[in-house]
């Protein structure tokens, strides 16, 4: 079955540094989102990305964040200069037609 | 605005015994909503969904839930457990105030129950 991938499954890094969160989406999706679940708290909707603009975005989702599909395979994730705030699970999904949403394992960004 | 609410954040039942979780849904439309299930260290895996067809969805492996809107729930059973049920379980409504989910619209989450297992 396919299935989104997503890299490095662990991520630690010191507050103020960029990083950048890897996902290889389904091959023939189209759609593509980043959510994240800081610890104890609910998943929250970051960022949605179609025909290689971003289609919606939460007010988390501010200047320090971007998202790029650089190669056609990639979906990346980046965080210019990280803060304590940001350590959480991130999750990449991928869908076809905008239905069907499937997420990756996620990323565990640690800031310290 | 859309939300839901997972009443229980963790239930624990025996094998073989009945699973019931609940999930409360507030909504400004007809929304469409969806139970994932989250084993350790793997991705959120779409569970079932209802998108305003029959009330009563069917899932994988064997969990089902109603939607009721007198009652705005959407509770998730399954008439007997397993082990391999054991897992975190998130409710989920679709952002319909910003456009269907079919095309796209945002997902909103509950906080999530963990379902424990016993032999």
């Known amino acids: 079955e396919p299935e989104v991938t997503q890299t490095p499954s662990h991520q630690v890094t010191q507050m103020g540094q960029e990083v950048i969160l890897r996902c290889v989406p389904i091959?023939?999706?189209?759609?593509f989102y980043w959510y994240r679940q800081i610890l104890g708290q609910k998943v929250e909707f970051l960022v949605s990305?179609?025909?290689?603009?971003?289609?919606?975005k939460s007010e988390i989702f501010d200047d320090q964040f971007s998202v790029e599909r650089p190669d056609g395979s990639n979906f990346t994730l980046k965080i210019r200069s990280t803060k304590l705030e940001d350590s959480a699970m991130y999750f990449c999904?991928?869908?076809?037609?905008?239905?069907?949403?499937?997420f990756g394992a996620g990323t565990r960004l640690s800031v310290l | 605005a859309q939300s839901v609410t997972q009443l229980d954040s963790h239930v624990s039942v025996s094998e073989g015994t009945p699973v019931l979780l609940r999930c409360n849904y507030s909504?400004?439309?007809?929304?469409?909503l969806f139970w994932y299930v989250q084993h350790p260290n793997k991705g959120l895996q779409l569970l079932l969904k209802?998108?305003?067809?029959?009330?009563l969805v069917k899932g994988i492996n064997g969990f089902e839930a109603e939607f009721k809107k007198s009652e705005t729930s959407f509770h998730l059973t399954k008439p007997s457990a397993h082990m391999s049920d054991a897992a975190e379980y998130f409710c989920?409504?679709?952002?319909?105030?910003?456009?269907?989910?079919?095309?796209?619209?945002?997902?909103?989450f509950g906080q999530g129950t963990e379902l424990s297992v016993k032999p």
């Open positions: 909504s400004s439309y007809s929304p469409s």
């Open positions: 209802y998108t305003s067809a029959a009330t």
């Open positions: 999904a991928s869908s076809e037609t905008g239905a069907g949403r499937y």
């Open positions: 091959s023939n999706h189209l759609y």
């Open positions: 990305f179609y025909n290689n603009e971003i289609s919606e």
């Open positions: 989920v409504v679709s952002d319909t105030a910003r456009g269907f989910y079919n095309q796209g619209g945002k997902l909103i």
